[in-house]
């Protein structure tokens, strides 16, 4: 028996015919029904303060960490100077962000649309995104198997790391804005928190690619100086016709995930000697549960809209899209982030997982840690 995520109660227009079905939730069969999960929901104790913070301007990485630009540049000194000046809603500010293919600039058009939300009273509106977010020239995309391994990159073992790193947050930077834009007709039924949440979590994305990219330079290199691969966008498009997908997909899923293998990149940077990096790298970290958290948070939100239990449903949207969960699993990461344990994992493989706990350090690294074992024993992320 098939039953519909049936999300939107009164959906709106649709942009023109053709789009109704790129936004109305695809249906799920399930074995589910409406019970209450297992597990008691937790939610991220520091949420709240995340939700209420101030914008954080400290996109550049300085001798004592975060600070913000030494020489800013006009735009970031006036949002009304850019293309986003143009925008008047969030979606249509997250829509010209999508189609930017250069990479510094989508990062600090990023920045600037969050800012004019927060300082202008604009309407998150309705817009479409780009099929695919415009990307540069370089780096070439290629298949995770034809990856170079870190010897044959042409980097030392820490430049291809954060070359890896600055990838993964450039399409964070794509993945939140499409989650934005993509379900802006769904306002009324997801509420204007739900866009305010991925407009900050694609804020913070953009400073991350910031301070990477800004790291690769101090050490003779930039971002587009070897291939990369479009494992991260793969799965950003299975969920495009399911906002219950899609939260279940991205930060339940691929930004978990980091929690669990990022500690062995701050090792590896460590023990290659560059401590800066892995503050860095770090510091990322701390930031990067709160958009875990924030993927908790609108799930059980629109599970409970769906009159569905999220446990059960999780599982479901995971079998449905093929998508597979890995362990070990860092259990104190997680339940930091708010992720009841009963959504990934069983009582068979628990005690085996639990033996593996890693210290909180990343997130979105997981793809690249995952691809280690895709690369014929490659001994260093890819």
Aim: charged share 20%.
């Amino acid at each position: 028996m098939m039953q519909y995520l049936k999300l939107v109660v009164s959906c709106p227009p649709p942009l023109r015919p053709s789009s109704s079905s790129a936004l109305r939730p695809k249906p799920l069969s399930s074995s589910s029904s409406s019970a209450p999960s297992c597990i008691e929901h937790t939610p991220w104790s520091g949420l709240q303060s995340w939700r209420e913070s101030s914008l954080n301007p400290n996109r550049f990485w300085g001798p004592r960490g975060p600070q913000p630009l030494p020489k800013p540049s006009p735009s970031s000194l006036d949002p009304k100077q850019s293309s986003i000046g143009s925008a008047s809603s969030l979606a249509e500010m997250g829509a010209l962000v999508l189609s930017t293919s250069d990479p510094a600039s989508k990062s600090e058009l990023s920045h600037l649309a969050y800012c004019r939300w927060r300082g202008e009273n604009l309407p998150v509106g309705v817009s479409r995104p780009p099929d695919r977010p415009a990307r540069p020239a370089k780096p070439e995309l290629v298949s995770p198997k034809d990856m170079p391994p870190p010897k044959e990159s042409g980097l030392p073992l820490n430049a291809y790391m954060l070359h890896n790193l600055a990838h993964v947050e450039l399409n964070a930077i794509d993945l939140a804005w499409d989650t934005v834009v993509r379900f802006s007709p769904f306002l009324e039924t997801l509420g204007e928190g739900f866009f305010e949440d991925f407009a900050h979590v694609a804020d913070d994305e953009s400073r991350h690619f910031a301070w990477c990219s800004q790291r690769l330079l101090e050490l003779g290199f930039r971002y587009g100086d070897m291939p990369a691969h479009n494992l991260l966008w793969r799965e950003c498009d299975k969920s495009s016709d399911n906002v219950a997908a899609r939260l279940a997909v991205i930060p339940l899923v691929q930004e978990a995930r980091g929690l669990d293998a990022g500690p062995r990149l701050v090792q590896k940077l460590v023990g290659f000697g560059d401590n800066m990096t892995s503050k860095i790298v770090g510091r990322i970290a701390d930031e990067e549960t709160a958009h875990v958290a924030v993927g908790v948070d609108w799930f059980i939100s629109v599970c409970q809209k769906m009159n569905r239990a999220p446990c059960s449903t999780f599982k479901d949207i995971l079998r449905e899209y093929s998508v597979e969960l890995k362990g070990p699993f860092n259990y104190s990461a997680r339940d930091e982030a708010g992720i009841p344990r009963d959504w990934y994992t069983s009582s068979s493989t628990n005690k085996q997982d639990r033996k593996e706990q890693l210290s909180v350090v990343y997130d979105r690294l997981a793809h690249i840690i995952s691809m280690e074992s895709e690369n014929s024993g490659s001994s260093g992320p890819t």
